[in-house]
């Protein structure tokens, strides 16, 4: 079954250009070219990935991604022309799986869009999954999802990445440079303060009282584990 992807970029050449090389590859794509439109293709359609520009009309794409983790945790690939770091944190804040800044190379994207894929692809049918439980945590690894109490937890894919990591090793304290390497990729330009944003998001969405972690806990100077 072709993948799925949505381009949302307000700059016709570049949606243009990222459309036809991904069609190249046997993706079915689809275009918005404004914040509104990326947020109604988005309700009606599951997609695989969802390319997103930041600088958008009607709805910049931090908005988008903010509204879009309300009802899914399809991955999104920022797009940005801005290189500062904060404005990485600051999509990463609001969701977002990865960010690329412009200009970019085609192979970047296709790189990227295929890495995340294979993370978040879902197993074939007869597969048997892998499953963690730990108190009222459950984590079907091959499937993607995580129930918390019987109901189920939406996660980015970096989200998803970095519990697992900790919950198939737990007691093991992984250092934020570790973290990043493994799960962002050595070549990754963040920094280690992406981490904490995302170890804080995981812990607003798994933990009763995030300040008092059950599952994720801190190792004050070192890192961090997963209780089990």
Known sequence: MAKKVLVVDDEKLIVKGLRFSLEQDGMEVDCAYDGEEALEYARNREYDIV???????????????????????????????KGDDMDKILGLEYGADDYITKPFNILE???RIKAIMRRTGRPEKGQKSKVIEVLELK???????????????????KEFDL??????????????????NTVWGYEYPGDVRTVDVHIRRL??????????P???HTKWGVGYYFQA
Request: net charge neutral.
């Open 109 to 111: 994207i296709k790189a």
């Open 163 to 180: 519990l697992e990591l900790m919950a198939l090793n737990p007691g093991k304290v992984y250092s934020r440079e570790n973290l990043l």
């Open 203 to 212: 812990r607003e969405k798994i933990e009763t009282n995030p300040s008092e």
């Open 51 to 81: 390319l997103l520009d930041v600088m958008l009309p009607k709805l910049d794409g931090f908005q988008v991604c903010q509204q879009i983790r309300e009802f899914s945790n399809m991955p999104i690939l920022m797009l940005t022309a």
């Open 214 to 216: 059950k599952y994720v």
């Open 139 to 157: 984590m079907e690894l091959e499937s993607r999802r995580l129930y918390i109490s019987g109901k189920e937890i939406n996660l980015t894919a």
